[in-house]
C-alpha cells in the first residue's frame, strides 16, 4: 500500500502548479485550466484519505466534485465568451473597468 | 339588551360624523352643512338627557371600548367610557350649549353671508365631538388626547377668517400658549403611568385610590425617590399645567382675550362652556388626586382667587363688548379655581354649570348686538338698544344679573357657595386660603361694576352712533338660543340652593344628592373624608351661617351695579376712567402680561436657543464630523487595493491565505 504521504505530495504539488498559473498567467482560458488543477488536487486528497480510512465518503465526494467542476467549467467558458466580445480578448489585465 | 348606556359612543360620534359630512360634501348641502350639525347635536343632546335620567335612576357605567396598545407589563393604553354624575351633568351641558350654538350660528354666520361655511361647521362639529370625548373619557391619557383635540379645534375656529390679519395670529397665539401648559400635562400623564401603572379615573386600581392608599401606608408605589406626599403634590402640579392653560388662569390667561377674533358663537362654545370648562372639569374628575395634597389645594385657591381679580378688574376698562367677556370668563373660572382648592367640589361643579349656561348666553347676546351692529363691537358706539331689540336686551339682563351675583340668578347661588366653602376652610386656619377669599371677594365688587357697564353701555342711555340708532333685525334663530339660555340662567341656581336649606331645613341641595351617589371614590363623601383626612380641611368643626357671606358678597355685587348705575346709567356716557390716570393704561394694556411673555419668548429664549444651537453646530457636528473624517479618509486610501485586475487580487487571496497558515501554525506550535 502506498503511503498516504506520496498522495498528499503529488496533491499539493498539482495544487501549487495550478496557483502558479493563476498568479503568473493573464490568459482567461489558462486562468480557468489552473483553477481545474487545484480543483483535482484537493479530489486528490479526498480519494486518498478515504483510500486510506477504508471509508467511501471521500470517493463519492470525488464524483460530486468532478460533478461541480465540469458545471463550473461550463459557466468559466461562458464568461470567457462575454469577455472577449466585451474587450476583444481574453486577457484578464485588459477587463479593469470595476475598480475604485 | 341594549340599554341607554350603550348609545353613550354615539354621543360622541354624532357631531363626529357632522363634521365628516360638512367636510366632505358641505359644498353641496344647504346652509352649508349646518343643518348636519344641528341634528346631530340635537340627537347627542336627547341621548345625554337619557344618560341623565339613567344615572338619576342611580346607575352608572364604565367601560372599556378599545385598547389600543397592550403593555407587556400591566400597562395598557384603552379608550373607555365614564359615565357617573358628573360626567353626565357635564354632557348636558355640553350638548345644550353646542346645540344652541349650532342654531346660533344659522343667524350669524348663514344670514350674514359668511364665505366658508362648511370648514365652520367641520369645525363645530369636530370641537363637540372631542370635547364630549374628553367629558367621558375613563383614563388619563384618554382625557389629554381629546384635550389636545380641543385644542387643535379652538386653532382652527379662532383662525376661522384667516385672510384677515388679527384671527390667524389670535389663533398661533391660543394654540401656543395652551401648548405650553399641556406640555407639563404630558409630563405628569407619563409621571402618572410611571407611578402607579395605570391611569383610570374609577375603581380600586384607580391612580387616586391608589394614591390614597399609598398615603395611609396600605400600599406602596414608585415615587422616584420621594415623600409620596411630595411626588404625588409633583404630579398633580403638573397636571395642573395643562388646567392653567386651557381654562385661562394666570400666568397662561393671555390667549383668551385674543381669541375673541374667533366668530362670536364660536366664542360662546369655546370660552364659555367647553373648551375652557375643560381644565376646570379634568380637576373635577380627578379630584381625589388634589385632595390628598393639601399644597396643591393651596396653589389652586391661590391661583383662582388672584386670576379672578386680576382678570375682573383688566375688565373694567376695555372698549369692546367681547373683551369684557373674555375677561369675566377668566375671572369666572378663577372663581371654579378658588373653589377647588378651597374644598368647595360640588360648588366648582356648581359654579361651572350656571357659569356655561350664562356666559353662552352672554356671549350669543353680544353676538347678536354685534350682528345688530353691523359687526362693530366697540360699546362706545352703541347704547340705546334696549328698545330696539328687547330680546336680547332681557335675556342678556338675565345673563348678566347671574354674572354679577344678584340674587336670585343662577350666578348669586354658585358664587356664593364657592365664596361660603373658601372662607369656612379658610377660617379653619388657612391663611393663603383666606387671601384667596379676599381677593375672590374684592373681585365680585369688580365683577359687579363691569358687568353693568357693559349693560348701560350697550342698551341704556342715548344712541352714539348710526348704527345704534337703526340696528340691523335679527330673526328666531338667534332669539330662540338667547330664550333658552336667559330662563337657565335665571333658574339654574335654584338646583343647589344651600343658603336656604340651611337656614329652613328644606333638603333642596340637589345638586349635592345628585353628586352624593355613583362610584364609590368619586363621590362627595368620599371627597369631603379625604379633605378631612389630608388637608384638614373642616376638622376644626366650625360651624358658620351661609347668610353673613352670601350678604356680603351679594351687597358688593350691588355695590358695583350701583356704581356703575351711577356712572353709566346716564343719556351720554363719559370715559371715567380716565380718572384712573397711570392706572387705566396698566389696566388697558392688561398689565404689560403680553409684553413680558413675549420678552421672554424673543429676549430670553431666543439667546438660550442661539447659544444651544451654537453649541449643537461646534461641538457635537463637530464630534460627529470629526469621527465620519476618519473614516472617509481611510476609506479614500484603502479602497486603491481594488484596481480591477484579477491577478492583483488573486494574489491577495494567496497572500492572505499563506498569512492565515502562518498564524496558525506559529499558534498551534507546528514548526516548533
Known sequence: MVPPEY?????????????????????????????????????????AFSYVWGNITGQTFGLFTMALAAAEVAVGIGIILVLYRSFDGVDVTDATTMRW | M???????????LLPFVSFLIALAVGDHLPKGGALAGITATAGSLALAIGTVLAVAGGRTYDATLYTWAEGLEAVNLTFGVLIDPLS??????????????????????????????????????????????????????MAFMFFELVGLCSYLLIGFHFREPGPPSAAKKAFLVTRFGDYFFLVGVVAVFGTFGTAAFVGSESFPA???????GETSVNTFGFAPQTWFTIVGLLVLGGVIGKSAQYPLHTWLPDAMEGPTPVSALIHAATMVAAGVYLVARMYGFYAISPTALAIIAFVGGFTALFAATMGLVKREIKQVLAYSTISQYGYMMLALGGGGYVAATFHLMTHAFFKALLFLGAGSVIIAMHHNEDMWDMGGLRSKMPVTYYTFLSGSLALAGIFPFAGFWSKDEVLYETLLHGLDGDPILLAAYAMGLLAVFFTGLYTFRMVFLTFHGDP????????????????????VLGVLAAVAGFVNMVPVKKVTGLKIDFLHKWLE???AGLT?????????DFPHYGSAGLELSPLGPGAVSLGLAL?????AHRLYNVPEPVEHTDRLGEIKTVLYNNYYQDEYQVWIANGLTRSIARAANKFDGGVVDGVVNGVSSVSLFSGSRIRRIQTGVVSNYAVLLTLGLTALILAFGLAGGWFV
Request: aromatic letters at 12%; hydrophobic letters at 55%.
Open chain 2, 517 to 519: 351617589h355613583g362610584y
Open chain 2, 88 to 141: 353626565a351633568l357635564m354632557l348636558l351641558i355640553v350638548t345644550l350649549v353646542a346645540f344652541l350654538v349650532h342654531v346660533f350660528s344659522l343667524g350669524y354666520m348663514n344670514d350674514e353671508d359668511e364665505t366658508g361655511l362648511p370648514r365652520y361647521y367641520a369645525g363645530l362639529g369636530l370641537f363637540t365631538a372631542s370635547m364630549l370625548g374628553f367629558v367621558v373619557a375613563d383614563n388619563l391619557l
Open chain 2, 2 to 12: 341594549v340599554g341607554i348606556f350603550d348609545f353613550t359612543p354615539a354621543i360622541v
Open chain 2, 524 to 532: 362627595v363623601e368620599h371627597y369631603g373624608e379625604l379633605l378631612h
Open chain 2, 559 to 563: 355695590a358695583g351695579a350701583v356704581v
Open chain 1, 7 to 47: 498522495y498528499l505530495l503529488l496533491s499539493a504539488a498539482v495544487f501549487c502548479i495550478g496557483l502558479f498559473g493563476i498568479l503568473t498567467r493573464r490568459n482567461a482560458l489558462l486562468f480557468l485550466m489552473s483553477v481545474e488543477l487545484m480543483l483535482n488536487a484537493a479530489n486528490i486528497n479526498l480519494v
Open chain 2, 464 to 483: 352714539r352712533s348710526g348704527t345704534a340708532e337703526d340696528p340691523h333685525g335679527v330673526r328666531w334663530n338667534v332669539k330662540f338660543p338667547l330664550v
Open chain 2, 210 to 216: 391608589l394614591a390614597e392608599a399609598a398615603l395611609r
